[in-house]
């Protein structure tokens, strides 16, 4: 059976690439040597992208998902996933008039805290995510807790992804702050803290947290693999 089409709706350039490579490398251990399914990528300007979310302006990011998955399903994609954890805060505007389905990246990540068998997980990303319900709400949805860096912690992680992560500048201290917050949280009862941007599994990974990482890029790409080849998905 011939795998369905993925489509990504990219936002930031590097966390898509992780996602869109994780795809293609995954694969052939489901599709054989070389293999994957297809897959088309959408991006429009970050920057546009961004004009909107300083504004507070879900509903216009909203507008910008809906065009790139109305293009994606024009050229033949099945499904869209989105590799940016921050603008999925705009999904609920636009997916009842999507033309196809999408893939919600923190469900993904949800189902596996609750497959692995944690209880409260920390939730790190740009300040938008983190005081967001995005994740919240799916962790509640599973009977999960959690628990979202402080204030001053939400800014100084936002200005390392924004200043840093997105435009591919990795630094020690970057790591070494996001090893204290999590460190932090950790003693305040996490058993596992969600990466949530997709850039900050580039720099934070199972070997250098203090916590059990939940790779949110890599575990949308899964995802992803799983709905467009569900048959060796599932027996892998």
């Known amino acids: 059976m011939t795998p369905l089409h993925i489509g990504i709706a990219a936002c930031s350039a590097e966390g898509a690439a992780l996602c869109y490579r994780t795809i293609c490398t995954e694969a052939p251990a489901l599709l054989g040597a070389h293999g994957h399914p297809e897959v088309t990528m959408h991006t429009p300007s970050f920057g546009e992208y961004m004009e909107h979310i300083y504004r507070g302006d879900w509903q216009s990011v909203g507008t910008m998902m809906l065009a790139s998955a109305e293009k994606l399903a024009r ?62 709400q799916k962790l509640a949805d599973r009977s999960l807790g959690y628990m979202r860096p402080e204030p001053a ?55 250098n947290s203090p916590l059990p990482t939940l790779d949110s890029t890599r575990l949308l790409a899964r995802a992803a693999l799983k709905r467009a080849i569900p048959g060796r998905a599932q027996a892998a």
Request: proline letters at 6%; one cysteine or more.
């Open 75 to 136: 050229i033949g994609a099945d499904f869209v996933i989105c590799p940016d954890n921050t603008i999925h805060q705009a999904l609920p505007f636009i997916e009842s008039r999507s033309p196809v389905p999408w893939l919600h990246i923190a469900a993904g990540v949800a189902d596996e805290a609750k497959a692995r068998g944690f209880q409260r997980v920390a939730i790190t990303g740009t300040k938008w995510l983190t005081e967001s319900e995005v994740y919240p």
């Open 153 to 207: 912690e939400r800014e100084e992680i936002n200005r390392i992804i924004m200043d840093e992560l997105v435009r591919g500048i990795f630094k020690p201290e970057g790591v070494a702050y996001f090893q204290k917050v999590i460190g932090r949280l950790k003693t305040e009862g996490c058993d596992a803290v969600v990466l949530g941007c997709t850039e900050i599994p580039l720099i934070v990974n199972d070997a």
